[in-house]
């Protein structure tokens, strides 16, 4: 029977989101968990999973659309169904002409693959193509045209076989063209100064962002702890690990260890500030900030100090694969009391970060650099690194966050400590 499809409360308390591309298309059967469309957050893309088989009937909103959570974009027919079924269930759920409806006349389908109404043909020019969800996508990121691949399987619809089998005989790759909407949007320039200068449309993750550290910089109280880690000790055994694993470990790894090992031996600074209480956390998850082509990440390694050093590394680096692909889930995002922000390998050797709300701490890394010092009177060359504590003052006092960073200090110039 004909459904209307809405738009999902994909993220808490969101009030609406953007659809960003149809990955079923009209007329194209699925099935129970196919992914029917890629739905873009202020911080992740979420695919929009089939809670049952169905077929595409007709799209009610195009590529690149910001829509209102619960607002219908799509319905869903049965075979059989027909133009007059697709009316009706969109007459009786009250559903209106809306914002982002796709060009008219509007997509229709009527898929009883033995007949087609004639309301829903289209132009004897055009053929319709019939591709797996995963097909589409793949032919899309690997910038291939799925009008060149022989479809094999029911009613010539193109399977990943057919997409391996054409790749393996040709090249068959074609330049992309310029994409439209609120991401891909030509530049604008000035008329009367078009040489000067481009406008690059924001998205909606750099608006999210945009708004995120205004509210943060503006509305909680931070203030700045600073620490030199001696580093020789841990660069040692940081290249003893890499010779003898296959496992390559990180010094960002090290430190997001060594950051949940100072949470050990202080717990009490693994809190964040609600209104109603200080919230403390019996285990230490912690963000890990990644930057990415639309902007910055933050996904959340749960539970470090019950993960080995590898698994940390393992885990980083699957979430940082993910964040630079947009294919974080918004789970992943959510959560924790704590960030690091490590630019030194940008050789950037100070900065402050602003707390990412609702934590109440973040740490700024910097570069480790050889540096002359004077340790027990004794001028010595040593390799030190600058790190920064960004914290809220309404969660943690001054002699806690310092009682923290002497704590992280410790772990990390003796990092042996950071194992056990």
Request: charged residues 20%.
């Amino acid at each position: 029977m004909a459904s209307v499809l809405r738009m999902p409360a994909v993220l808490a308390n969101s009030t609406e989101a953007i659809l960003q591309t149809w990955l079923v298309q009209v007329g194209e059967p699925f099935q129970l968990g196919d992914e029917l469309a890629e739905i873009e957050t202020e911080k992740a893309i979420v695919e929009l999973a089939a809670d049952e088989p169905g077929i595409m009937g007709r799209h009610l909103i195009g590529s690149g659309t910001a829509v209102e959570v619960g607002l219908p974009i799509a319905v869903i027919i049965s075979e059989g169904e027909t133009a007059d079924d697709i009316e009706t269930v969109l007459q009786s759920s009250g559903v209106q002409k809306q914002r982002g409806d796709s060009a008219s006349p509007p997509e229709i389908a009527v898929i009883s693959r033995e007949s087609i109404d004639p309301a829903a043909t289209e132009p004897p020019h055009h053929q319709r193509l019939f591709v797996s969800p995963l097909v589409r996508r793949l032919a899309r990121d690997g910038n291939v045209d799925p009008s060149a691949i022989t479809g094999t399987g029911p009613n010539g619809r193109i399977v990943r076989r057919d997409l391996d089998s054409w790749l393996a005989n040709t090249s068959g790759r074609i330049e992309p063209t310029t994409p439209h909407g609120p991401y891909g949007s030509k530049p604008r320039t000035s008329a009367a100064t078009q040489s000067d200068f481009e406008d690059v449309p924001h998205t909606a993750m750099r608006r999210a962002i945009a708004r995120r550290l205004a509210e943060s910089k503006s509305s909680v109280p931070h203030f700045y702890v600073t620490t030199d880690c001696r580093v020789d000790r841990l660069l040692d055994m940081r290249a003893e690990i890499n010779n003898a694993s296959e496992t390559k470990i990180s010094v960002n790894d090290m430190i997001v260890k060594a950051a949940a090992a100072a949470f050990a031996k202080v717990p009490e600074a693994n809190v964040i500030w609600t209104d109603a209480a200080l919230r403390r956390f019996h285990r230490v998850d912690i963000s890990v900030a990644i930057s990415t082509d639309k902007g910055l990440l933050t996904p959340v390694v749960r539970d470090v100090g019950s993960l080995s050093l590898s698994a940390v590394s393992a885990t980083i680096g699957e979430l940082a694969g993910r964040a630079r692909a947009g294919r974080l889930r918004q789970e992943e995002l959510e959560g924790g009391s704590f960030s690091v922000s490590n630019l030194g390998m940008y050789g950037t050797k100070e900065f402050t970060a602003i707390l990412n709300p609702p934590h109440s701490g973040i740490l700024a890394v910097g570069a480790a650099q050889q540096q002359v010092i004077v340790s027990d009177g004794e001028i010595e060359i040593a390799t030190v690194m600058r790190c920064t504590l960004s914290a809220d003052h309404r969660a943690i006092d001054g002699a806690l966050a310092a009682r923290w960073l002497e704590a992280f200090t410790t772990l990390i110039e003796h990092p042996a400590a950071i194992l056990v």
